[in-house]
């Protein structure tokens, strides 16, 4: 079936230098890609999304960029502060489907 | 907050007694989902929904079965339960999959011992 992977499982970075998490997927008709952060013991959350007629999105902090090519996609939070921390997820939308596949995970530690 | 709840928030039943979980919308959105996170596996798909009545699996549905009478329940049932279905199981629902982000529900912590 179709997956997503990603990685690193875990990060540590320094309070205000920039992270990078990077996924690959399988489908390569997959047409949208929303990462999620999840706090502790909380819901995760959609922090920012791109579709597959772009190559980059930016919100503030946060910008993801999307290589259809390659089939892999990134996430990069730049000055990054301690409630950055938490667990980041990606996840690509299988084609055909109304299915969303998530990636494994990655915890993110910023340590000030 | 989308309007999303998840009940019960916890539960602890023993192996083989049947189980079901409910999640209630106030959204009106067309799409529910139903995942189990576990560690190191993340969040895993294991039913949804596109509409009243109809349903589909994910990728992880054995064990599990799912209805949906109304617009704004959708319900999980663990005909029997075993230990390996013991998880954090976290509702979503979506207006679009193609377009609109999924909000989850803040989840049930299911211990089957």
């Known amino acids: 079936g179709e997956n997503v992977e990603q990685h690193p499982s875990t990060l540590s970075v320094q309070e205000g230098d920039s992270a990078v998490i990077k996924c690959t997927y399988s489908?390569?008709?997959?047409?949208?890609f929303p990462w999620y952060k999840q706090e502790l013991g909380k819901r995760p959350q959609l922090i920012i999304d791109?579709?597959?007629?772009?190559g980059e999105k930016k919100d503030q902090r946060i910008a993801v960029t999307l290589n259809k090519t390659a089939k892999h996609f990134s996430l990069h939070i730049t000055e990054t502060q301690p409630e950055d921390s938490a667990v980041y997820f990606c996840?690509?939308?299988?084609?055909?489907?109304?299915?969303?596949?998530f990636g494994t995970g990655t915890r993110l530690q910023v340590f000030p | 907050d989308a309007g999303i709840t998840q009940s019960p928030r916890h539960k602890v039943t023993e192996t083989g007694t049947p189980v079901t979980l409910r999640c209630h919308q106030t959204?009106?959105?067309?799409?529910m989902y139903w995942y189990r996170q576990d560690p190191g596996h993340g969040l895993r798909l294991i039913h949804y929904?596109?509409?009243?009545?109809?349903?589909d699996k994910g990728e992880v549905s054995d064990g599990y079965s799912v209805s949906r009478s109304k617009t704004e329940d959708f319900l999980l049932t663990l005909e029997s339960a075993t230990s390996s279905q013991t998880s954090v199981y976290f509702c979503?629902?979506?207006?679009?999959?193609?377009?609109?982000?999924?909000?989850f529900g803040n989840g049930t912590r299911l211990t089957v011992t």
């Open positions: 996840a690509a939308k299988i084609s055909n489907t109304d299915k969303l596949i």
């Open positions: 959204e009106n959105h067309r799409y």
């Open positions: 489908d390569s008709a997959s047409n949208y």
């Open positions: 929904s596109y509409g009243v009545k109809d349903t």
């Open positions: 791109i579709r597959s007629n772009v």
């Open positions: 979503a629902i979506s207006e679009n999959v193609s377009g609109s982000p999924l909000h």
